[in-house]
């Protein structure tokens, strides 16, 4: 496995404030790899790095084996972008700005024609490609900027919140259309969200940032299962050797029961949770309802971040001071 | 050169509103009617006379050039187009170079689409006279040629150089476009009263003396001097901007 983007303690401050500090991580050739965080978090500065737009504090990078400090235009020239806004002109037409990229991307005559004619036509823009992009709606100037980043066949993507701002219905489109032209294309794509359920849809990797520290990194199942995950019971008729019977399954590390007579079984790593329930029953417990707690990666995302900033244990990932 | 040409593209595509409807190309018709009909047939003695033509010739690009380059890096920021022209492989030198390229391209174009229009206006409606007396075309003097093929470029570049060390630190195109006023008036209230009304503070006997020197040169190497330190000015400037143009800056900025 070859490694599209590695970082080696990358810090960036900006007038003493650290904005990224310390990073580490490794995104492999040809995977989908998505930079979670919320606002501020130090995921448009990391994507300004990798493209050698900022100057590092500390530390360095290399992407695509090109190190951001020595030869940050070779970057840019292997690199496509689709950054926070959408980039577009919008006095041009919309073949009027893919014709200009693929100019500054030097694609030959011929090329540059038949590259955008098949992109439009992939994203639906093509009957609408001598109209101004003013006229176009946020919907197709996102796809047209995402036509905009692969119309020189980078073999790496960076894409600062692509969705941002979509109703769902185009996020969704927009999100169909990056997946199937980065598989088309092979591309390797640096995906920056603080959309979880885009993370966990489209991501092969994740990695979770807050504050510029990095707080894991790893398949988003890993991060996902990496919390707590633990069985919601309401149920009359539980009692404690049904509780100690449970526990012998094997399938249960623990359990208490809440104030409010709710039952909490700690589950085990890929523990099955229907023959539990299938037991309680069994067992002659009346169960009104039965939930599966800190399973998605929203929960395990939230656990990560800590009210206070503390990032708190996520076992399933790696973390950098797993790593250290 | 070739990156410099595509970015000087974009931006006369910008400029004349390609795609965007007529509103640019109005502009430049209303500048060659007003300049190029309009002043020249109210004006007819001045204009043949060559001193208004060449006035203009230097005059008209500080308009035309001042609003655009204010809008070149100021408007891209603000319209969310920088960054990511900055994150092509673009070189600094081809962006900086390929807007000001654009800019003092096309007040040259529309310079001389005026001066072009005032000579049909000036024919039209008298034309010259043979020394026979008889009807001839009309032309200027070769100096008002010489104002128009390299002074309109030299005044251009200099308020391009001026103008894009403002719109490089301007937030906004708005403030991008006040903060050009101030070079703008200066320049142009700067040659045509203050350049006279200095020149009426010297010495009655030192006025003459130099009043007297030029009109023992030759015009067009009068304005070839005036051009020349022009453009020397404006070599400094625009190198000065070059330096001063860095992406990291324009990033975290």
């Not at chain 1, 002659?284 to 971040?305: D, Q």
Request: glycine content about 12%.
């Amino acid at each position: 496995m070859t490694t599209a983007i590695r970082t080696e303690g990358l810090t960036r401050m900006f007038h003493g404030v650290t904005a990224l500090d310390q990073l580490d991580i490794e995104v492999p050739t040809g995977s989908i790899f998505g930079f979670l965080g919320p606002n501020g978090a130090g995921k448009t500065t990391t994507i300004r790095l990798l493209l050698g737009l900022l100057e590092p504090s500390s530390g360095g990078a290399t992407v695509l084996g090109r190190d951001v400090r020595k030869d940050a235009q070779g970057i840019r020239e292997s690199v496509g972008v689709l950054l926070e806004n959408d980039g577009l002109y919008e006095r041009l037409t919309a073949y009027q700005n893919l014709d200009f990229f693929a100019r500054v991307a030097r694609l030959s005559s011929g090329e540059r024609s038949s590259r955008i004619q098949s992109l439009l036509e992939e994203i639906g823009l093509w009957e609408r490609r001598d109209d101004p992009v003013a006229d176009f709606s946020r919907g197709m100037k996102q796809k047209l900027a995402l036509a905009r980043a692969f119309l020189h066949r980078p073999a790496l993507l960076f894409l600062d919140e692509p969705t941002a701002g979509l109703d769902t219905p185009t996020a969704v489109g927009l999100r169909r259309e990056l997946v199937s032209l980065a598989r088309e294309e092979g591309v390797t794509v640096f995906l920056t969200t603080h959309n979880l359920l885009e993370a966990e849809r489209v991501c092969d990797r994740v990695a979770v940032i807050r504050q510029g520290r990095l707080l894991a990194e790893g398949p988003p199942e890993a991060i996902r299962s990496g919390g707590r995950r633990s069985l919601e019971v309401t149920a009359s008729g539980v009692g404690p050797a049904l509780v100690e019977r449970l526990m012998l399954t094997g399938e249960v590390t623990g359990a208490h029961v809440e104030p409010d007579g709710r039952l909490i079984l700690d589950l085990a790593e890929d523990a099955k949770t229907a023959p539990l329930v299938r037991a309680l029953v069994e067992s002659g417990a009346e169960v009104s309802e039965a939930r599966i707690r800190g399973e998605s990666l929203e929960e395990n995302f939230l656990a990560l971040l800590g009210d206070d900033g503390t990032p708190e244990r996520s076992e399933g990932a790696v973390r950098r001071e797993d790593r250290e | 050169m070739r990156d410099l040409l595509v970015v000087a593209g974009k931006e006369l595509r910008e400029i004349v509103g390609a795609g965007g409807g007529r509103r640019g190309l109005f502009r430049e018709i209303m500048f060659v009617g007003i300049f190029g009909l309009f002043f020249p047939l109210t004006q007819a003695e001045a204009w043949r006379a060559g001193g208004v033509p060449a006035t203009f010739a230097l005059m008209i690009p500080l308009f035309l050039v001042g609003p655009h380059v204010a809008d070149s890096f100021a408007g891209e920021r603000e319209r969310g187009t920088l960054e990511t022209l900055l994150a092509t492989r673009l070189p600094d030198r081809s962006i900086y170079f390929g807007k000001i390229f654009a800019v003092c391209g096309y007040a040259w174009v529309v310079t001389l689409l005026i001066l072009l229009a005032s000579l049909l206006a000036l024919n039209l409606t008298g034309g010259g006279r043979s020394a026979a007396g008889a009807r001839v075309w009309f032309t200027y003097p070769s100096f008002v040629w010489v104002a128009w093929g390299l002074g309109s470029i030299a005044s251009g570049l200099l308020i391009a150089a001026i103008g894009t060390f403002i719109s490089l630190r301007s937030k906004t195109v708005r403030g991008a476009h006040q903060a050009m006023m101030i070079p703008m008036f200066v320049l142009i209230l700067g040659g045509t009263i203050g350049i006279p009304a200095l020149f009426r503070q010297l010495p009655p006997a030192t006025r003459t003396a130099v009043l007297s020197q030029l009109e023992a040169m030759d015009a067009v190497v009068v304005v070839l001097w005036g051009v020349g330190a022009l453009l020397l000015f404006d070599v400094v400037l625009l190198a000065l901007g070059a330096r001063l143009f860095r992406r990291d800056r324009l990033i975290s900025d």
